[in-house]
């Protein structure tokens, strides 16, 4: 059966493992020293070589003849650990996670190993067990049998309780360096007896992402395809294309191009290219730009030398603003690829926002804005200003530019609007026929806007001062029309007016209508006419004349009013005497009437005695002037309502205090 290359080719000593030597260092001389711990924590991403850096430990303390902290891979206890003796236990914790798998390890751990020196625990993965399995387990790491040793790898640190970390001795493997990766797969591939280009080697080590067991895998899958391994095949093989459609989308952005940039996309799926892929891709490429545009070097950008001059050369064109915000769209797309079917759909609309700044408002998209306006308007350079100075330089030089454009364009839409020319026919500078004046904006705003006249402005105002009421004033309010007598008689005394504690309540006003010349009375009728009886009036008020005829003048049904919430507002500013008598009561309004909701007593002297005073606070109250009728019907109190006590009650709260008897 064929043997993978990263299983044949795995390190069997600590010299073999590269990009690891803070680590292997120190284990060799904790071997060499003799002082090993009983629990280790190797904690890394995957590929990084935590497994087998865990068995070289288990060989290497088991080991009879050491050689300067390695295994000497000769003796019985190596080859026995090679063929996997029952003294080094491998544990998968994703499937042991429970407390009952710790309890049965607990068990074992008590004997002794059958032929190495140490029982040695490897245990993978190890922030995959539960809880309970860890609090089971803290004991026999803080104080194991003396013939155990325990290694622990994982790849999520974050997950390992702090308890359990307290307990061993932690290493932190690395990513595998690009240009050790590249060295190893060459010397593999000599092995193999295949041939392997440099920068296929080199292209290998970097897709891998710093996992020695992904590049192994992808060579080993590039053997097989052909036994000279270019660049070519180990993108074939890899699925990802050339980096020349990476610059062509970002030059597309950069140049506003939406329809190269999807051309370039579609291309790219017709080839059985993953959307999602390339928007990863795209991702790392506006890194690297990012990282040039901040000044690191290729070591760190891990690209090779024409891929650096390349990239060199488009970073000119970007400004750090335009790289932020690509990162940003590429970022928000990628990771809401999940929430949509259509990952071609998805990957478009984030080319198409790319490259049209215009509908991004953010910050990133309004600052690289300005800097595009900047190149094309005022020929500023897209770099940013290394000073105030020089910024507030570069902000008033575009100001004044867009003041310029502004004012270019409301000339062109004054001629085009106001004066109905074209363009062509405008002659600036030119002159009337009447005094061959040349004409201004300023006279040719006026001339389509002429300014109103004092008088004009006056007559407004009036108008607008005095506001139209829906109703009929209040018949006190009418001067009666003086009645003509004949043959220019004087006229008749008026009658005494009665002394107002005779009455209950004032008579109600009448209100004279003219006559015509045929209808009106002569002296003598007017005196000989018979008296009106008396009004006589009794104790119930619901029968009173004076009731039905206020009930016919000033009241209404509540259709078209709505509820008038500051009502209670406009109660509690009255008088004393206002609030006792109103403090009960509602209002209803409509655009100029205020309708008063109560029983009788109080809606008549809303609309009687206190008519101004509620008017003017009303006014006041929502900026317009109103009129006060009454509701139709009566607001009566129940048997089971305790009027005086209501009344007692809101005297008091009021500061007054009033004796029941």
């Known amino acids: 059966m ?37 629990a280790y924590l190797f904690t890394g991403s995957r590929g990084t070589g935590k497994t087998t850096c865990a068995k070289i430990l288990a060989k290497a303390i088991n080991c009879l003849s050491p050689k300067d902290g390695n295994p000497c891979l000769e003796c019985d206890i190596c080859r026995a650990v090679a063929e996997e003796t029952p003294d080094i236990v491998e544990i998968d914790a994703a499937s042991n996670t429970g407390v009952d798998n710790v309890r049965a390890l607990k068990e074992e751990a008590v004997y002794t190993p059958l032929s190495c020196r140490y029982k040695v625990y490897i245990i993978d993965e190890v922030h995959m067990l539960s809880t309970a399995a860890f609090n089971a ?11 155990v040793v325990f290694i622990f790898a994982t790849t999520e640190i974050h997950k390992v309780p702090a308890t359990i970390l307290s307990r061993c001795q932690r290493f932190d493997f690395r990513r595998i360096d690009i240009e050790d990766s590249k060295k190893r797969l060459l010397e593999i591939a000599e092995k193999e007896g295949m041939e392997l280009d440099e920068e296929a080697a080199f292209l290998i080590s970097r897709i891998s992402d710093g996992g020695m067991r992904d590049a192994l895998s992808l060579l080993d899958q590039c053997f097989a395809a052909d036994s000279h391994v270019t660049e070519e095949i180990v993108r074939s093989c890899a699925g990802v294309s050339g980096s020349e459609h990476l610059f062509a989308i970002a030059d597309a952005v950069i140049e506003n191009d939406s329809s190269k940039a999807v051309t370039v996309l579609d291309g790219l799926v017709q080839r059985s290219k993953s959307a999602a892929r390339l928007m990863e891709e795209l991702i790392a490429h506006y890194r690297i730009l990012m990282l040039l545009k901040a000044g690191a070097d290729r070591s760190m ?16 064109k970007y400004s750090m603003e335009s790289i932020l915000r690509a990162i940003s769209i590429l970022t928000e ?4 690829k999940n929430r949509s079917k259509n990952e071609q759909l998805t990957c478009e609309m984030c080319l198409i926002r790319l490259c049209m700044p215009v509908l991004d408002t953010d910050e990133k998209a309004l600052s690289g804005r300005i800097d595009a306006l900047e190149r094309r308007i005022s020929g500023i350079s897209a770099a940013p200003a290394q000073s105030a100075d020089g910024l507030a330089e570069r902000v008033e030089s575009l100001e004044r530019t867009v003041k310029g454009l502004a004012m270019t364009s409301l000339q062109e839409s004054l ?25 201004s904006l300023a006279d040719a705003l006026a001339a389509v806007s002429p300014e109103p006249s004092e008088e ?8 607008e001062d005095i506001i139209p009421l829906p109703f009929e004033e209040p018949a006190a309010m009418q001067m009666p029309l003086p009645v003509p007598f004949e043959d220019d008689a004087p006229p008749a005394p008026p009658e005494p007016f009665a002394p107002a504690e005779e009455e209950a309540f004032p008579a109600e006003p009448v209100t004279m209508q003219p006559q015509t010349a045929d209808e009106t009375p002569t002296l003598q009728e007017v005196l000989s006419a018979p008296a009106e009886p008396a009004v006589q009036y009794n104790d119930d008020p619901d029968s009173e004349p004076w009731m039905k005829k206020k009930e016919e003048e000033e009241e209404a049904s509540e259709e078209g009013y709505e509820p008038f919430r500051e009502w209670k507002d406009i109660v509690d500013n009255l008088g004393f005497s206002a609030k006792m008598l109103f403090g009960e009561t509602t209002a209803l309004i409509s655009e100029h009437t205020l309708m008063i909701c109560g029983t009788e007593m109080q809606k008549t002297f809303a609309v009687t005695d206190y008519a101004e005073d509620i008017k003017a606070a009303v006014s006041r109250a929502i900026g317009r002037k109103v009129g006060i009728v009454a509701q139709k019907g009566e607001k009566r109190y129940d048997d089971n309502d ?20």
């Not at 043997?3 to 001389?29: G, M």
């Not at 387990?137 to 013939?147: D, Y």
């Not at 797309?333 to 809401?336: D, M, V």
């Not at 402005?457 to 108008?463: F, H, L, M, S």
């Open 2 to 38: 064929y043997l993978a290359l990263y299983r044949k080719y795995r390190p069997q000593t600590f010299s073999d493992v590269i990009s690891q030597e803070h680590i292997t260092t120190t284990l060799k001389n904790q071997l060499k020293n003799g002082q090993t711990s009983h």
């Open 137 to 147: 387990l803290l004991k026999l790491i803080e104080e194991p049998p003396p013939h």
């Open 301 to 316: 950008l891990r690209i090779s030398a024409d891929e650096e001059q390349q990239y060199t050369i488009q970073n000119r």
């Open 333 to 336: 797309a990628l990771s809401g």
């Open 415 to 439: 001629k085009s609007d106001i004066f109905n020319l074209s363009p062509d026919d405008f002659v600036p500078g030119s002159y009337s026929e009447e005094d061959e004046a040349p004409v």
């Open 456 to 463: 004009e402005n006056q007559e407004t105002y009036i108008e």
């Open 642 to 661: 305790n009027y005086v006590k209501d009344f007692l009650g809101y005297a008091k709260s009021q500061g007054v205090v009033i004796k029941e008897q």
